[in-house]
Structures are given as structure tokens and as C-alpha cells.
């Protein structure tokens, strides 16, 4: 049996040195830029390069969260430097979101290993097959997966599994939620988000009737807690289990992971039959935190009402007298590697001290031992003194003495013996970790496009197409009729809920005898159901002549190229591409265009080339992808698709779709995002294309946008603020830190 990794959390480096006294064999961190915890304390330069060495006296190892999107001066003046210290240090390996990012480590950085975040949504086996090939050499999976999912990617790949087995649940797919960010600018993306969803939202169903008057917290999920799944953990294929809780106290940190340390041993040592929680572990556990109870997460099921809070988020009480013992035994001393020795002191001959762990000794000679001129050392002094290790990382579980009688060192030689042993033991074990002459910068992706914008000011006339994506055939007929549009972008989630390909195939043709080109949108989440549906439909779907394939994960890339799909691929929003050097990471992989990311505001787009790039001007942007369902939480799942919405404590009304086909919902943002007033900004970026995005317009609010975008972007014309009041210009303007 391959042994489990458990894998503790550590926002600062005395915790750190908590867990792994406590049992960790490996600490993820922040450090001091590029984590998805940026409120964390984190680590310093100084601090992380300590900590590295730490860990590795003892034989753990430390990842280093390099988990937020990177602007594009960000990846190219930035990362290199960043990363370099702690990879000639001897980093184990990065956790990264970023597709550029991973790129761009895999060439600079050859000998760190590359760990796929949450924060990449991997559902599936054609996602993980296709990062393991960019470089990945570790998936940490969505949360929301099965067992049965888990054991199909690692039996599939492979790939080595890290999983999520306690800690803080995401209502959320990782990666998906733009909800902090929209609604206050503090983006998840970014390490920065300021959790909306644990705030109270009354829920209104289409006619404005609350639905239920008892659940407010109805985005707050329970903390996961899976210690009694340990076996079921394991034998589906995980290899690292994660405790999730980079922002949490030591004692939590500390606590938890002594708990799961415990009955990792157990079960790797007797096995499933003689596997046991104790029920005054799992009340350890809830006393030192737990929102509302605990969950056992998405492992068993797909989703259900009672994994959310419902009501405000009650924390448990704190034990104090549980929280002291763990600060004496984890916190108030440092864990200490145990070594053997042997001190020989013969009269005329070098003081000699031979200190090993068992995989690495030394040998340190002193000065010549004399003859005793008065008293002479006493072999317990010699001991007593010798074994003063302090705080170093040693402790001697034993010494040999050998030495004469008649003999006299001056204890300041002694100690000066020990500690120039220790230390050269400490040299010896880290010797095999370091790194050096094996790191070399990239060349820059830079475009000159955005440099040569910004410089001059200049603004021009974009010579931009027009996209158009319609998720009802209302919708459609719209939009045909326009003569200004050049393509049409059917949603999976409305044109293919069923496998009969019929509204599909008559979808395409109103496109095509209207004279415009027809592009396909693949689901948002792409979980093994979706996968076998497309498996079958292949054939059906994928011989219609689209003009486009436009993907949203890392699934769907893998799953066309698994089929050898020969038409042009289009990467999502979902798809970020904040830098030109991720843009080109996707180009190299089959993706010929993107979409711009939702988040970058119109300056930085000007240090990004999005000449091969399509921005979204007009839509309800969707602002979390979720697995739970807020109709089946509240009620029995009817399986038929509906709309509610969650109405803020400002009185914002946003909308929830649940699409019953892939089984998740979209939440939309309460106002629509229109670029209209911002075309000379818009026309700066130099986008390829301009894509207006339509989701629960009617037909008369759908022909009101359309006639906008004719005013002001093809007649040129200017907009007016009482044209219309209630829309967003979401980031354009502000943008993200």
C-alpha cells in the first residue's frame, strides 16, 4: 500500500512548524505574492526560505501556492524572480490556476514539480489527461467529485490525486466565481475574496413570492469533515489528503491535523476492518471549528440540502482546555529530528564526534585532546554537556563516549564540537534538496500592441465581427434578422438538453440561411455524466459544420483532442487569459482564439494583445457555477429547469438558472454588463470580435440591445445616460488588484 500524504495548511511559519510536529508530511503556503489567501499572514522571503529548509531536516516537503491569475507585467517582470530563490532552495512543488503560469514554470523552472489547483476546475479524466501532459504532475480536484470520478481519473491518468478531506466548502466550483469580485471588487482570482455567499438571501421565485421564509443562508455550505471515509479516501485514489485552512488559527491547523494523522495510522497499519473514530475525536474536531455541524461533502452525492447552513453560520463554541493542550504539545516547542552519536576523546589525539540520522552522517574533529593538569572530565559532564541541543532540529536519542581517563577539553570546545556537527549534519541533509544553474528565464511573450497603445494614446477604429450567443430560439430569430452580426452561438445548455440532436440541427440551419456563421457552446462543467452523453452524441454533434467549437474547461479541450477534432476551437472567459503568454499557451494547444477575461480592466487589456481575442460587451455575466442546487435544497429536485432568485440585502435581484441536463446552477449578476458608453475604451483594446451575450431576455429587451449596439457601434453614435440606466460596466473601468 502506497503511504497517504497528508497535506496541512500553514498561513505563517510557526504554524508550519505546528503541523509538522502535529504529523503533516507536506505544508502548502502563501507567499509573499501570487496565493489565493492574500489576507493570510503568509510567509516572507526570509521566512519561506527557513521553512523550506525546515521541512526538509525533517524529511516533509513544502508547496508554495502560486494560485491567483497573473496580469501580464505580473508574468513577465515579475514570476521568474519571484519563484527563483525558493526553487534553488529546494521547493517540492507549485499549485498553480494559471495555464500561462504552468507553462511558463515548466520551461523555467525543469526540476519543480507542478501541482493543477482546485482553482482549474479538474472534473474529470480529459482534464486531467490534458494537463498531466502540459506538465502537471498532481491534480487537486474539484471538490464537488464523487469517489467513483476520483477512481476513474487516477485509474484513466495515473496522475497523482490530492483531495480535499476537511475544511471550508465553496458553494461554488473553484475557479468558476466572479461573485466577491463583481459585487465588491475583491476577486477570488486574485486570493481576495470577501465570501458573499455566507450573507443572507431571501429567495423569490418568478413571481417575486419568497420560496422559503426560515433559509437565508442559502449559499453557505457546512465545513467538510470526512475522517470516518478515510478507507473509502484511499482506495478510490487519492494520494495527499488536504485539510483546508490557510486563514484558520494554529491550534486549528495543529489540532486537526494531529486527529487525521492518527487515523491515517490506523488504517495504513490494521487496515479497513479494525477502522474506528472515536466519537471524543470527531467532538475535537467540531470544537475546533465547524460552521453549523459537518458535512461529508460531494464524495456520496451529488448534492443536497443538508450540507448548507440554511441559517446564519453557528460556530462552535471554542475549547479552551483543548486549545491549550495543543499550543504545549505543537505550538510551544519545535519538533526535533532524533540522531545517534559517537564522541571520542584519547589524550594527544583531534576531539572526534560522529553524529547520523541513518541516511546521512558526519564526522567533525576538534582540537587534541590534553592531559587532565587538575581534575579531570567526568564522562556524565561530557554527556550532559554534549546533549544540549537546544533548539536546534536534533535531539540525541543516543551517544557513545569513548575517552580516557586523565583527560581535560574546555567545555567551550565541547559545545563548539556539537554544534559544528549539528550543523554540518543540517548542511548534509539539504545538500541533496538544493538547486542551482538549472533555472532559466523564458523569453517574453510580451506584445508590443498594447506597449505601442499605451504609449501614444492613439484610438482607432476597430475593424472588429460581431458575436451573438442565444440561449433561446426567440432569441435566435432575433438575431437572424440583423444584418450587422456575423455569428451566432448556440448554447449547449438550451440546444442540446436531450440526446435528440433535432433543435440543434434546425438551429444551425436558420444560422447558416441567414447568412452567418455558427458557432457551438459546450456546457460550463463538463463531470463524467456530460462526458458519456457527448461520447455518444460525437458523431451526431460534432459532424454539424460549425464554424466554432467554443469550450469552458479544461474537460472539453481534452476531450476534443482525445477525438482528434479537426474544426477551430474557441477558449471561454471560464478560460482565463490575463497575459499574452498564457493566451499563447492555449494557441499552442489548439485553442486558436479566446475570449477576454471579465476582469482585467481596459488599461491592462492594452498591455495584452486581444487581437485574436473576442470581448464580451453585453450580458448577465454569470457569477457562480454550482453543483448544489438552491430548488432542490429547498424543496424535492423536480428535474425541470426553472428560474428563481436570491434578492440581496440591497434589494438586488439576481437571477438563478438550474440546468437539470448537467445537473448545476448559474447565478447572473442583478444588472446586465453594457459596454455601450465605453466604445472609444473598447475600440482602444483592438479586439477581434465583440460578443453580446443573451441568457432570460425577452424578445422585446433582446431587440432593445441589439438596436443599442447598432447605435453606437456600427452607426457610431453616441450613447446617452438616460438611454438606459440599469447595467454595469463591470470591471472595465476598475478592474481587480
Sequence with gaps: MKAIELLSPAGAYPILKAVIGAGADAVY??????????????????ELLEAIDYAHIHNRKVYLTVNTLLKER????????????YYEQGLDAVIVQDFGVLTFIREAFPQLSIHASTQMTVTGTDGAAFLQKQGASRIVTAREL????????????????ESFVHGALCYCYSGECLLSSMLGGRSGNRGRCAQPCRLPYEVLNAAGERLNKEATHILSPKDLCTIGMIPQLAECGIDSFKIEGRMKQAEYAAGVTSIYRKYIDLYEQYGREAFHVDKNDEKKLESLGSRSGFTTGYYTRHNGSDMITFSKPNHTKTDEKLHETIRKTYLQKDLQRKIKGNLKLFCGKNATLSIGTGEAEVQIFGEPVEAAQ???????????????????SFVFESLEIEMDDDIF??????????????????????????????????????????????RTGDIHTADFSTTVSVQTTEQLACVCKTDYVTRICLDADTFLRTEDTADLQKAYQSITAAGKEACFILPVIFRERTRQRYERLYDTVFTIPFDGIIVKNYEEIGFLQRHAYTGTVMADHDLYTYSNRTQEAFAQSGICRNTVPLELNYKELRHRDCSNSELLIYGYLPLMVSAG???????????????????DRYGKHFAVRNYCTDCYNILYNSSPLALFG???????????????????????????????????YIQKGKWEQNDWKDYTNGHMKRGVE
Aim: glycine share 4%; with cysteine; net charge positive.
Design 29 to 46: 503556503v502563501g507567499g509573499p505574492a501570487f496565493g489565493a489567501r492574500a489576507y493570510a499572514d503568509n510567509f516572507s522571503k526570509e
Design 74 to 85: 505580473e508574468m513577465e517582470e515579475q514570476l521568474f524572480d519571484y519563484l527563483l530563490p
Design 146 to 161: 464523487s469517489f467513483e470520478e476520483i477512481q476513474k481519473i487516477k485509474s484513466d491518468t495515473g496522475v497523482e490525486i
Design 374 to 392: 587538575k581534575k579531570p572530565l567526568d564522562k556524565n559532564t561530557v554527556s550532559e554537556k554534549m546533549q544540549k541541543t537546544g533548539n536546534t
Design 409 to 454: 577539553v574546555p567545555i567551550g570546545q565541547l559545545n563548539a564540537l556539537r554544534r559544528d556537527a549539528l550543523h554540518a549534519l543540517e548542511e548534509k541533509l539539504l545538500a541533496d534538496t538544493r538547486r542551482s544553474g538549472t533555472a532559466v528565464k523564458p523569453e517574453s511573450h510580451k506584445s508590443d500592441i498594447g506597449t505601442r497603445n499605451v
Design 629 to 647: 442546487c438552491i430548488f432542490k435544497s429547498l424543496k424535492k429536485c423536480q428535474k425541470k429547469e426553472s428560474l428563481c432568485y436570491l434578492k
Design 678 to 712: 465605453m466604445r472609444q475604451e473598447v475600440e482602444s483594446i483592438h479586439p477581434k470580435s465583440l460578443r453580446m451575450q443573451f441568457t432570460t431576455e425577452s424578445v422585446k429587451e433582446t431587440e432593445k440591445i441589439l438596436s443599442f449596439f447598432e447605435k453606437i
